[in-house]
Nanobody, 121 residues
């Protein structure tokens, strides 16, 4: 059974930083692409960043140069380092197994429960 557990969200001022973590279990972690999505109130869920098993990364244009996704295969954990945070980054952030698929096709157990990030102005 796949389990993805996020941590590290919170309240931060504009310009601040946060690091999100996602601990995975129930999968052979090194063989899987991982990613982070976010959903702001009243908006659709969007892909923020993804990382392949080989470590190749991709980012939404809105976060390029500010966010960094990384993975530690020894700890079965994927991270999202968020710097220079802006109020528009406020959202619930979700860890996902196998990003890049149409959202409607991603099984429920391939999502974490989410962690709230709030950036105050």
């Amino acid at each position: 059974q796949v389990q993805l557990v996020e941590s590290g969200g919170g309240l931060v001022q504009t310009g601040g930083s946060l690091r999100l973590s996602c601990a995975a279990s129930g999968i052979i972690f090194p063989f899987n692409a991982m990613g982070w999505y976010r959903q702001a109130p009243g908006k659709q869920r969007e892909l923020v960043a993804g990382i392949t098993p080989e470590g190749y990364t991709n980012y939404a244009d809105s976060v390029k140069g500010r966010f960094t996704i990384s993975r530690d295969n020894g700890k079965n954990t994927v991270y999202l380092q968020m710097n220079s945070l802006k109020p528009e980054d406020t959202a619930v952030y979700y860890c996902v197994l196998g990003p890049g698929r149409p959202i409607a096709t991603i099984p429920n157990d391939h999502w974490g429960r989410g962690t709230q990030v709030t950036v105050s102005s």
